[in-house]
């Protein structure tokens, strides 16, 4: 696990003293320097292509933790495995680096289908079911900062 320097990521010029756009106090919820490279993608100040990433990545995680859930209730390993898999690639690409962790252990734990027998599943599925919520949990802080800095860079330029 790397670990990131925390650094605010938007400043009245709107970049840092090393030329990256800069956000709100990430923590270590969001890699600061991957998500100003998906900042940099942007064509002007509206941030629209950025917006139009992060906005549907939220509608995405949402229907994907829904569908954890169900997997949950069926015990469905597998197919906890490759939902975690899914929203690990989609939250790494953003940087939310609690997120893409949570799901790397959902979809390790999930992997190993029911082939151990009847007490490792049972066990496995209660880790995910404990890792999910830590990963809902760390979805929702890193989706208030995302969504302060859109609210803010909005009402900045409306």
Request: charged share 35%.
């Amino acid at each position: 696990m790397t670990e990131t320097t925390t650094k605010p990521i938007e400043s009245s010029e709107g970049k840092s003293e090393d030329g990256y756009p800069v956000l709100p106090e990430c923590g270590d919820n969001i890699d600061p320097l991957i998500f100003a490279q998906i900042l940099e993608m942007d064509d002007d100040d509206e941030r629209e292509f950025s917006h139009s990433i992060v906005y549907g990545f939220f509608e995405q995680a949402v229907g994907t933790f829904n569908k954890m859930e169900e997997s949950l209730k069926s015990s469905d390993l597998l197919q906890l495995s490759a939902l975690g898999h899914f929203l690990k690639g989609s939250s790494a690409t953003l940087g939310l680096t609690k997120v893409k962790e949570g799901c790397e252990v959902i979809q390790i734990c999930g992997a190993k289908g029911k082939e151990d027998g009847e007490s490792k599943t049972k066990t496995r599925l209660e880790k995910i079911e404990t890792t999910l919520n830590e990963v809902r949990t760390q979805y929702t802080e890193a989706e208030k900062i995302l969504k302060k800095f859109y609210e803010a860079k909005k009402r900045r330029s409306g």
